[in-house]
């Protein structure tokens, strides 16, 4: 590997990922407000994890890093596999589903695109960051320097899930240790660095929270973040009154966890031709 590969924007992306997650996992860990008097009760607030600390009560403290990790190892899977690329040269199987595909009504509209001269399948679109056509093309996700695509979509709605866990916890854990009215200089010593870690969580809670809720209602609706935005730019959408892929939230959600009902979106899209083509009874 090149020296300079390690300065790309993905190991850069991931790297700072990285270290602040561990930054501010240590931060709720290790802060203190002070040593007690031990002629007198406490009369502030330590975090949380350091009262479980002191009290022997371990399970929780490892439940929550556990939870830290489990979340840092969801984030490295989703930025590093493959989200669905559109093979440029193609397999057998691959092969295989263009013959099927045009057996499909020509109505679909298909074509190729423009960077990569492939046969663009239904929902596809190129990434230019990526340089690459992606199945079910939800966006590119610059925190992950990766496209969220049909294979990495769900893991990437599951990574939500738990990472708006371990925030919310870990901004209980922060508030926990704030402790307010005294004088300005010995609350910036005393709590500054715990103050500006749960603004950091607070932030980072609100945008996991607004993504997680996003992205579940795109997926109970089977659409995509592009389909959603730009569906007056796509032709198989363009000419369509309503999503020609929703089959209801029971069926949307175990096609998109479980991959059940399968079959390619062009066969869906035929289905759902001739049910709206065939004459009511």
């Not at 190129?126 to 966006?139: F, L």
């Not at 959603?228 to 198989?236: L, T």
Request: proline residues 8%.
């Amino acid at each position: 590997m090149a020296p300079w590969a390690l300065l790309s924007p993905g190991v850069l992306v991931r790297t700072g990922h990285t270290v602040l997650t561990w930054g501010i996992t240590l931060v709720l860990f290790l802060h203190d407000t002070g040593e007690p008097d031990p002629e007198r009760p406490r009369t502030h607030p330590i975090p949380q994890l350091r009262q479980w600390e002191e009290q022997g009560e371990l399970l929780l403290p490892l439940t929550f890093l556990l939870l830290v990790l489990g979340s840092l190892l969801l984030y490295l899977a989703v930025s590093l596999m493959d989200p669905g690329y559109v093979n440029v040269q193609p397999q057998p199987q691959e092969e295989l589903k263009e013959e099927q595909t045009a057996m499909v009504p020509p109505a679909i509209p298909l074509r190729r695109c423009r960077y990569c001269l492939v046969l663009q399948p239904l929902r596809a679109r190129h990434c230019r960051e990526c340089r690459r056509c992606v199945r079910r093309y939800d966006h590119h996700c610059p925190w992950m320097e990766n496209c969220v695509g049909e294979r990495n979509h769900p893991l990437f709605v599951v990574y939500l899930a738990l990472q708006l866990v371990v925030l919310l916890w870990g901004l209980y854990l922060a508030w926990s240790g704030l402790r307010f009215f005294q004088p300005w200089g010995q609350w910036l010593r005393s709590s500054g660095l715990l103050f500006a870690t749960f603004l950091l969580l607070s932030l980072f809670s609100l945008v996991a929270s607004l993504l997680l809720v996003s992205h579940l209602y795109l997926v109970a609706s089977n659409t995509t973040t592009w389909e959603f935005i730009s569906s007056h730019r796509i032709a198989y959408l363009r000419q369509r009154p309503s999503n020609p892929f929703d089959r209801g939230l029971t069926r949307n959600l175990a096609h998109f966890f479980c991959g059940w009902p399968s079959g390619s979106w062009e066969t869906l899209w035929a289905e759902e031709e001739e049910e709206g083509s065939s004459p009511a009874v």
